[in-house]
């Protein structure tokens, strides 16, 4: 049974920065793609970034060179530290998981993803 717990949220205000991590437990495909969603009040969920078990990574364009994603195999656990946080950013943000990798780049679409966390809040003001 796969679980993925995300936690690191929070209120900060414009300029900061937040990390974000998602454990995850019952997961241990070696070939994986996993990244993180966000969604804001009555707007459709998006993708921010992603990585896979080849090492790629993927950023919105909105979020690049502001966030980072990366993974502790050790720990199984995904991080996302988001710097220059903008009221923009404001949203639920959700680890998304998935088995096998997609080619050229992890996916940021939401239907490439079949595990989901239930969110921590982001609040930049």
């Known amino acids: 049974h796969v679980q993925l717990v995300e936690s690191g949220g929070g209120s900060v205000q414009v300029g900061g920065s937040l990390r974000l991590s998602c454990a995850a437990s019952g997961y241990t495909y070696s070939s994986y793609s996993m990244g993180w969603f966000r969604q804001a009040p009555g707007k459709e969920r998006e993708g921010v970034a992603a990585?896979?078990?080849?090492?790629?990574?993927n950023y919105a364009n909105g979020v690049k060179g502001r966030f980072t994603i990366s993974k502790d195999d050790a720990e199984n656990t995904l991080y996302l530290q988001m710097n220059m946080l903008k009221p923009e950013d404001t949203a639920m943000y959700y680890c998304a998981a998935t088995r096998g990798m997609a080619w050229p780049v992890p996916p940021l679409v939401r239907n490439w993803y079949g595990y989901w966390g239930q969110g921590t809040q982001v609040t930049v003001s």
């Open positions: 990585l896979d078990s080849g090492g790629r990574t």
